[in-house]
């Protein structure tokens, strides 16, 4: 029988013990080709934060890597959530707890500036992660219903062109890397019949037709409680209401 439950923690990198990233390059290695351990955990030491997935064994089953960015565009100051690596474990394909110990760590970004526009700059070699946007957003680009407003192009360039000057296409939204820096096991890159029926789907693979070599597509979204669906915006509006309360308490 399947465990019933794993548990999500929000991990600094320096809490991060090496048979533990050790453990997280294994899961990595099993979804991802065209990788190595010494990129990978180059990687890791670049970011902020892992979210770490453990079963009730208390083995990793699943992670998140994630960094703050600061930017500004056109005078305006904004703040984006990156998040890199990231894979459950396909025999915890299903659970939710990724999500939830998701919007947790946002939710604490966004309290500690709420004034400050906050984004989630996701880049996406797969249609699952692409699949993220529209189950916790409400608007997100780029996307198969609206073109991209202007103001968000312009921080989706910007934050895109900062983290990979020498492979962000901004004509196509693509990063392409001229030798794959990681891409799906081809089992995991076939997208099922029935996925093919999905608009979101058939958008992704309009804009990143060759993200099974590793291609992945620049998008943004607004972290905000007006902006995020269900159980991600009541988190964000319980964040505000604590952020004005201690506010009021000065």
Known sequence: MREPNIHGRIVSIAE????DAHAMFEIFARHYDCI?????LHDLSEKDRVLVLRNV???????STQK?????????????VFSGDTIVDRAYWGEQELGRTWCRYVSSVYAEEPTVPLYWFLISKGYRTYLYLPLFFESFYP???APTPAFEQ??????AAAKFPDHYRPETGLIEFPRSQGQLKPY???IPARRLRDPHVQFFLKRNPAYAAGHELAC??????????????????QAQVAQELRRGAD
């Open 16 to 19: 991060v013990k090496p048979i």
């Open 36 to 40: 190595s351990l010494e990129q990978f």
């Open 57 to 63: 064994a208390g083995a990793i089953c699943g992670f």
């Open 68 to 80: 703050v960015f600061r930017t500004s565009v056109k005078g305006t100051p904004v703040r984006a």
């Open 143 to 145: 996307n198969c219903e």
């Open 154 to 159: 312009r921080v989706l360039d910007t934050l």
């Open 188 to 190: 995991f890159a076939e």
């Open 220 to 237: 943004l979204a607004e972290i905000s409680p007006s902006n995020m669906k269900l159980f991600a915006g009541r988190i964000l509006g």
